[in-house]
Every structure is written in structure tokens, then in C-alpha cells.
């Protein structure tokens, strides 16, 4: 089997994961109206008793499902607002979609935030409120608390993803430095009813976690978003005027936000309906279909991308050698979400870095692929979603002159695979369920 083969076999296996993830297919399993009664999940609305139904949404698949509330519910919602990042926008009849900067938010994520939040204001007790959250809304709607600035959130949002911060603690802080994470917008609604649809891009499914939980209880504090800058040492980096707000905020329980147990959690339902782990299902069923024996490792992947990427590829060299822990033709499968520390000025993400640093591991394994990418179609600041690691990659590079520790050291696994041609370009997908990652070994 050659390395195009192999190539086809990962993004056929890729592609089918993502199937089972796009935000229509999510919303169409949850969400249901039969005459005047609107299912949604378990539950059952009747719509003869609803005054209005709104929409609002945030995230890189909000658009998306959005675009299928449209389809299910038509003319039967009265209003919406929904924010997606750039180029994630798509043409609806009855929600207003609005753009805006992920990872780092800008001026236009505040102004649909506040579009968003005029309209969660005027919800009613006999109105339901439709929220729409996935991966991305922490940056997407952004209203920073009385005493910050949009700079000062970009300021912070910038140094954590330059320290490496996971994603459930980068929310930890961005939670506590917003006016409506934090199971915040649930406060503002009520006391509407609320019901959120939810496609998770946190390892554990973690609602408070989910675009920093903007309908869930709350069990951090402003201590530990404190801890979480004090221990990434990115406290000392930050503006004397953030860090006596935060000091400030920390001593007043009432800027708190709400925790388990508070009753205005009594009207919010959360429903996760598309997961890390049910793209890693299909991509085990697929690749069984195959004729690969398969392993899902974990849907709960974390830590320096490198690593993981050594780890991926002892794990070939075991199959190669021992036949274990699955004989060939083998497909060992994972998701989850990696941090990359920059040390250099390079071009890349979390998915291409770690491609980059198992090409050593792969040498010498004879027919082996692995494939490395994010499930929305971009990989950090990046047109690419991932990319595609052979036994030869290292050998193509010393033919074209790349000397591959050097883009390693400069985190430019970006560049390197551009000029190899092994980039992974699928185009925004419209859903975030995190990355997968696909070993095969024959």
C-alpha cells in the first residue's frame, strides 16, 4: 500500500468522523416539531403556551446549526442573533448571523455580544430561549466586566495561548473576566425557559468548560483563575491594572459567578448533542469497515503536542514489532486537544506540530501514515486543519533542502509541510469537536 493510498484511507476515515459531528445532523437528532409541540431532546415544549421563540448562538458551528433550527422551526421564531468566526458565516432567512475574531476576539465579537444580550434581556417567563453553543464562543461573545477593556481580554487571551494554557483553564480565567460566561447569560435570561444545544469541544464534555459555560453553573472562582495565571507565570506579564482587578474582584463575593445548587438553574436544560467521542465511534466503525483492526485510545488527549506525538509513535513501533497492542493492518484512534509552547516565530498549530514531531518515530516503519487534525477545518492561524506524516516525509524534506529540526525549533510544522504538499485542506467544516488523531500501520 503506497503512501497514496494510505493518504486516501486517512482522509476517507477523517472525513466520514466528521459526518457524524456536522452541526445539521446534531441539531436534527435533538431537536423536533410536531404540530404545536416542540421535542427537544427529552423534553416537551408546548408551543400553544410560548409567547416567542428566540435564537442566539456562538461558536464556529453556530451558523450551521442555526441554518437547521431554521429548517425545523421556519416562521415559528420570532427573533436571532448568532456569532461565528470569520468565514463561518452562512445566509439565513430569520437569524441574523454576525462574524467576529477567534482566538483572539475583536470589536465585532463585542457588537453582536451586544446584540446577543439586548435579546436574551427582553426574554420573557412564557418565551423560550434557544441557545446554540460550540467550540469558539469564548472568543465569539465577548462583553468584558465593569473595570476591563476588550483590550485587556485580548491582552490576556494572547499570553495564555502563548503559555500553553489548556483550554479548560484558559476558560477558568475568561469565564471570570466576562459579563456573561459563567452561567451568566442564564441569569440574564430569566426567567425564561432555556434550553441549550451544545457540541462539546472540551475533553470530558465539561459544561461549564463549553464556550466557558455561558448557561452552566459555575464551580471556579476568581482564585482560581488567579492560580491558573500565577501557575502558567503569565501574572507578572499582565497590565498592573488587570492584576488589581482581579485582586479586587477576588475579595467581593457578589462578583462571583453562579454556582451549582443556585435556582435560576431550575429553567436551563444543557443537552451535548455531538462530541469528541462520537466522531472517534465513526471513525472506528469506518475504519473497521476497512479491514483495519481498530483502537480508540481516548477521546480525552492532552498536554504538549510533542509528546503526544513520541507516544503515537512508540505506539507504531510497538505494533511494528510486536504485534501489539493490535496486529496489522492496525488503526489506532484519538481525540482530544493539545497546546503547543511557542518558542519560535513560525507558522503552524497544535495539529501540524505534532505531524511534525513524530516524522522522526516514523522512520524506517515501512507502509505507516498518521494524520493529525482539528475537526473545524483550521489548525491555529492556519488554512489547514492538520497534517499527514509518512515514514519518508523526513527523506522527501533532505531533497528539497528542509532541514527539519530547525522548523521544529522555530514551531513552523506549517511551512514544511506546505512545501511537501502534506497539508490537510478541507475548508471550514462548521462543526468543533476538537482533533483526531489517526494512526495506521500494515
Known sequence: MNREILRKNLTEIFSGALQAVLPDKAVKRHLSLEGSVLRIGSHEVGLDHVRRILVVGFGKA????????????????????????????????????????????????????????????????????????????????????????????????????????????????RKHMSAVKGGQLARLAMPARVFSLIISDVIGDLLESIASGPTAPDPSSFADAVDVLQRYEIWNELPETVRQWFEKAAGEPKAETPK?????????????????????????????????????LSSSVKGEAREIAHFFGAIAREIRQTGQPLPTPACVLAGGET??????????????????????????????????AGTDGTDGPTDAAGAFAFPDSLERGRQKGLEWRHFLRNNDSYSYFDRLGDLLRTGPTGTNVMDLQILLVL
Not at 270 to 288: P, V, Y
Open 62 to 173: 453556530s451558523a450551521a446549526m442555526a441554518r437547521e433550527v431554521e429548517n425545523i422551526l421556519g416562521e415559528r421564531i420570532d427573533a436571532g442573533v448568532v456569532v461565528t468566526k470569520y468565514g463561518h458565516g452562512l445566509p439565513l432567512k430569520r437569524i441574523r448571523v454576525m462574524e467576529a475574531g477567534h482566538p483572539v476576539p475583536d470589536e465585532n465579537g463585542v457588537r453582536a455580544t451586544r446584540e446577543i444580550l439586548d435579546l436574551v434581556d427582553s426574554a420573557a417567563r412564557d418565551d423560550v430561549l434557544l441557545c446554540l453553543i460550540s467550540g469558539g464562543g469564548s472568543a465569539l461573545m465577548v462583553q468584558p466586566r465593569e473595570g476591563l477593556t476588550l483590550a485587556d481580554k485580548q491582552q490576556v487571551t494572547q499570553l495564555m495561548l502563548r503559555g500553553g494554557v489548556p483550554i479548560e483553564e484558559m476558560n477558568i480565567v
Open 260 to 296: 451549582p445548587g443556585d435556582p435560576l438553574f431550575d429553567r436551563v436544560e444543557n443537552l451535548i448533542i455531538a462530541s469528541n467521542r462520537s466522531a472517534l465511534q465513526e471513525a472506528e466503525q469506518l475504519a473497521a469497515k476497512k479491514g483495519f483492526n481498530t483502537l480508540v
Open 339 to 372: 497546546t503547543v509552547t511557542v518558542r519560535g516565530d513560525g507558522k503552524g498549530g497544535r495539529n501540524t506540530e505534532m505531524a511534525l514531531a513524530i516524522l522522526e518515530d516514523l522512520q524506517g516503519l515501512g507502509k505507516a501514515a498518521f494524520l493529525s
